[in-house]
Each structure stands twice: as C-alpha cells, then as structure tokens.
C-alpha cells in the first residue's frame, strides 16, 4: 500500500479487519478516487518443499572432514532422504582420503572441462553429476571437529514470464475487488523467492512482457519480495499494468 501511495500519490489505511469475510487488504485515497488494493504473492509450493528437503539433508557429519558446498539445479527432483545423503557421503569420504589439499574445487567454478577430465576424482565427479550436482566445492574443516555439507539451489534458467501466475492470482482474487463499484480496483502481486526466474528477472529491474486481461481490474502491480526493504528501494523494481497499455515501471508521484 505504500509503494501504490507512494507512485500515485494520497494516503493509505489498513481496511481488513477480520470482522466480516472477503474484505480487500487496504484502501487507498488519492485526489483522483479511492483505490481498493488486494495484495497476494506468488508462492511456488514445490520449490518450496524442495528447499525444505535440501535443507535436511545439511549439518555436520562426523564421517567427513571437510565443509562441503554443492549446488543443484532449481529443477532438481526430490531426492530419497536417507539414501540419498549416505550415497553422498560415501562419495565425499573417497574424495576426502585421497586429498591433502587444505580447498579446492572439485567441479563447476574455476575448474574446466579439460581440468575436470584430468581430475584423480573423474569418478567421484561423474557419480555427484549423476546425482543431480553440478557444483562442489571442498574447505579443510580448521575450526570445526566435523566436516559438513551444505546443498543449494542455484544455476542459469531462462527468466520466463509470469503471466501465468499472475493470471492464477488475479481470479483468486477477484471476487474481492469487485465488490468494489465506486472504487479503482487493484490487485498488487508479490513474487517469492521461490520463484526464482520471475524473482531474479524483477531484481534485475526487467519487467514482464506480456500483457493480460485485467478482467474488471483497474491495474495490476508486481514486485519481487524483499524483506526489511522500504518503499523506495523497492519502487524502482516494482512494475504495473494498466488496461489496454504495457507495463510501466512505477515512479514516485509528483503533483
């Protein structure tokens, strides 16, 4: 409600109290009318859930001596927990007792092609790969009694385009704003981190291309989730759609 205030101009008020179902989330009053403003978020429960299972499968292990970081796509599959993290172990434990090195890289990063098929480890590697992996990297656990591991997501995607999912929050959300008749409707969109593509093409200040109905909307708004970030910041970053135009960035009002 700030960031709409702060590029329309006027003044916002929270408007869902709880005492009666469907209540949009906040009015907004500017010179030209009242805005009634639903605010959602993109959220994607499967990267989600797979987040929460890589993180799991982190900690310590007394069975290896060093940090280990490695990194899988963000289209890495489930994995079955527990074989999953003994198969991984075993691995690393082969690397690490044929390895005097206080850090290195195993694959990905620095190392290329022609460095990885020459590696000691080319089986290791292979098997890692065959997991999933396509990044690990190894440091001499100095200040710790164990070694640990710590699996992220991480690698290059296509940016893709939203509008699917802001299709799917729009007609969630609709019945909401449309028992608003006297007002400007609009449904302001945060993108979680667990929309990767769509987050980091919004961070990089590239907005959507595609344009949709708005379907008795006034505007739709869409921002990329950070938290403990104020209005401003987040104002150059912040893109909105109106009916029959394109997207538009979104600036600071001035009368």
């Known amino acids: 409600a700030e960031i709409v205030s702060l590029s329309l101009g006027g003044t916002w008020q929270h408007h869902d109290d709880n005492s009666r179902d469907a209540m949009v989330d906040c009015l907004v009053e500017t010179d030209r009318g009242l805005i009634a403003l639903e605010v959602t ?24 001596v060093y940090e280990w970081s490695l990194t899988v796509p963000w289209s890495f599959k489930r994995p079955g927990r527990n074989v999953f993290r003994r198969r991984l172990i075993s691995i690393l434990k082969t690397v690490e007792m044929s390895s005097t090195a206080r850090e290195f890289e195993l694959f990905g990063g620095s190392l290329d092609t022609e460095g990885e098929a020459n590696s000691p480890y080319i089986a290791e590697i292979l098997q890692l790969k065959d997991m999933g992996f396509f990044r690990a990297h190894a440091t001499f656990a100095e200040l710790r009694r164990h070694g640990s591991i710590y699996i992220g997501l991480g690698g290059l995607m296509s940016p893709g385009n939203p509008a699917s999912s802001l299709i799917e929050r729009r007609d969630k959300k609709i019945k909401k704003l449309l028992a608003f008749p006297n007002a400007d409707r609009h449904l302001f969109v945060w993108v979680h981190e667990t929309e990767p593509a769509m987050l980091f093409r919004l961070l990089a200040m590239n907005g959507p291309t595609e344009a949709i109905e708005l379907s008795g909307l006034d505007r739709i708004w869409i921002a990329p989730w950070q938290e403990n970030t104020f209005a401003e910041e987040l104002l150059s970053r912040t893109w909105m759609l109106t009916s029959g135009g394109n997207w538009q960035r979104a600036v600071i009002f001035e009368s």
């Open 41 to 64: 978020s993109v959220v994607n429960s499967e990267f989600r859930d797979l987040a929460a299972e890589l993180t799991l499968l982190n900690g310590e292990s007394e069975e290896l």
